[in-house]
């Protein structure tokens, strides 16, 4: 159930062998990596520095008679902001008091170690690389990736963890492109691309249609790679990475610090599909 869903035997996986050194890459140790994670209302106002900061305004402005959830409303900062003005002493007790919370150093502001990791295989749901009950470890190499994977809304707040490689890795890299076809290698090449083309597509909700690329990530897992690489389906020039061991005694990495971060844009591009427009020509 936790190890693996598939017997894998098709003229597809011969494939898959034939380019397999091909498509090797080594990501050296130290490589930094993200992973991001939805940070809920509950998660925010259950935050330590958040409390704190509640706490001290309430000191300072008691007849403001602020709520914990106003730490988030802009009109509330506002207001603070005016009962400040001119108030040098407040505004520099205030600072040191976010400063002292700051000054902690602690790397996780947002969820602990624990919750940045992957999931636990009991809790693993089906994705891209993995069935239900098979636990890999999904990032991304940068955060606007990592938090564009979730598909976010304005206004959602979202965990991003940074994650540290210990060691060399070898990973399957699906993130071919036609422009880098080799001159006597137009076969192997050609079926890498298609390949890879074919892992990064968008999935808009069926989870049966992740079926195939689970297929083959267990393949190249017993073939001894330690993870794929493969483009963002949702950010353009976005990278993902998945990990296939996230067992505490023998994984790659190493979660090195958790922030809170907030979406405020998103700035999307489109074109016109239909109808279709013809330029005529005299």
Not at 138 to 163: H, S, W
Not at 188 to 193: A, I, P, Q, R, V
Not at 203 to 213: A, C, F, K, S
Not at 218 to 228: A, L, N, P, T, V
Request: hydrophobic residues 35%; charged residues 30%.
């Amino acid at each position: 159930m936790y190890k693996s869903h598939f017997f894998p035997k098709s003229e597809l996986l011969q494939k898959v062998d034939d380019i397999s050194e091909y498509a090797s890459a080594e990501i050296c140790k130290g490589t930094v990596l993200y992973r991001a994670r939805e940070y809920t209302d509950f998660n925010f106002f259950d935050n330590k520095e958040v409390i704190t900061l509640y706490e001290k305004l309430n000191e300072f402005f008691p007849s403001l008679k602020l709520q914990l959830e106003d730490v988030r409303s802009e009109s509330a900062i506002n207001i603070v902001s005016f009962a400040l003005g001119g108030d040098d002493k407040k505004v520099e007790e205030l600072f040191r008091v976010i400063k002292k919370v700051i000054d902690e150093e602690r790397p996780f502001w947002g969820f602990d170690e624990k919750n940045c990791d992957a999931p636990p295989k009991e809790y693993a749901k089906a994705g891209r690389a993995n069935s239900m009950g098979i636990s890999f470890l999904y990032v991304a190499t940068d955060k606007k990736t990592a938090i564009m994977e979730m598909r976010p809304q304005i206004g959602q707040l979202f965990n991003v963890c940074e994650i540290e490689l210990c060691r060399d890795i070898r990973i399957f890299d699906f993130t071919y492109s036609a422009v880098e076809l080799k001159e006597n290698e137009y076969t192997k090449s050609g079926d890498l691309y298609v390949i890879s083309k074919e892992f990064s597509r968008p999935n808009y909700g069926n989870v049966n249609d992740y079926i195939p690329t689970q297929y083959l990530c267990e393949y190249i897992s017993q073939k001894g790679f330690d993870g794929i690489r493969y483009k963002s389906a949702v950010s353009p020039d976005g990278i993902n990475m998945i990990i296939f061991d996230t067992n505490g005694k023998n994984k790659a990495y190493k979660i090195i610090e958790s922030r809170v971060y907030g979406v405020t844009d998103m700035d999307i591009k489109f074109e016109q599909m239909l109808p279709f427009e013809i330029d005529s020509t005299d």
